[in-house]
C-alpha cells in the first residue's frame, strides 16, 4: 500500500473530522499543513501507522482514542478536549509526547499502559480514571489541576520518571494515588 497524507485545511472547528479511522495496512498517513481537530473517536487500525510529521503537529481529540497500530507523536501534543464523560484511552505500544486532559465536562478511562515522552497534564476533567493494573509512566512534566473527587487512580502506578514534577497546586483538591514512584 502506498503512504497517505492528511490536509485538514486548517484548525479551527470548521476544518474539523467528526470520527477518524487510519486503516491502510502496511503504510504511513501523515498529516501535513496543518494539525487536525477530530470531534469523534480516533482509531488507528492494526498494521496501520499515524505521524503528526516532522512538523510535530497537535491533535485535539474530541472523543475516544484506541490505537491498534503505531502513533508516531515525535514532539507532537494531543489534547483530549471531549465534552463527553465516557472517553477511552488505549494508545497500544506506542508513546505519547504532551498529552493535556482540557474540558471540564470530559471524562477519561485509561484502559492500558501508557508512556508519555514529555510533559502529562490533567488541567480540567469532570473525571479521569486510570484502570486498574495499569502503569502512567510521565518522563517529563506532571501536572495535576483536576484532583480530588474528579480522579480515580485504582489500583495503577503512575510512575514520574522526569526531573520537573508539580502535583496539585494549593487551589486543587487533594487526590490519592495507589502506587506513586518518582
Not at 502496511?26 to 512538523?55: H, P, R
Not at 486498574?132 to 503512575?158: K, P
Amino acid at each position: 500500500s502506498a503512504d497517505n497524507t492528511i490536509n485538514s485545511g486548517g484548525i479551527d472547528s470548521s476544518h474539523n473530522f467528526n470520527n477518524l479511522v487510519i486503516a491502510k495496512n502496511n503504510a504511513t498517513t501523515t498529516l501535513n499543513s496543518y494539525g487536525i481537530g477530530i470531534e469523534g473517536d480516533l482509531i488507528v487500525e492494526a498494521n496501520s501507522v499515524f505521524d503528526v510529521s516532522s512538523n510535530n503537529y497537535t491533535i485535539n481529540s474530541g472523543g475516544s482514542w484506541n490505537n491498534l497500530g503505531v502513533f508516531e507523536a515525535r514532539a507532537g501534543a494531543v489534547i483530549f478536549d471531549s465534552s463527553n464523560l465516557l472517553n477511552t484511552v488505549d494508545n497500544g505500544v506506542s508513546a505519547f509526547y504532551d498529552i493535556d486532559f482540557d474540558n471540564m465536562s470530559g471524562g477519561w478511562v485509561v484502559w492500558d499502559d501508557i508512556v508519555i515522552e514529555n510533559d502529562f497534564n490533567l488541567s480540567n476533567v469532570s473525571s479521569f480514571v486510570a484502570s486498574s493494573s495499569i502503569q502512567i509512566e510521565v518522563r517529563g512534566a506532571f501536572t495535576n489541576d483536576a484532583g480530588g473527587v474528579n480522579t480515580n487512580w485504582n489500583q495503577s502506578n503512575l510512575f514520574l520518571n522526569g526531573d520537573d514534577t508539580l502535583i496539585n497546586s494549593k487551589v486543587t483538591g487533594s487526590d490519592t494515588y495507589y502506587d506513586l514512584t518518582i
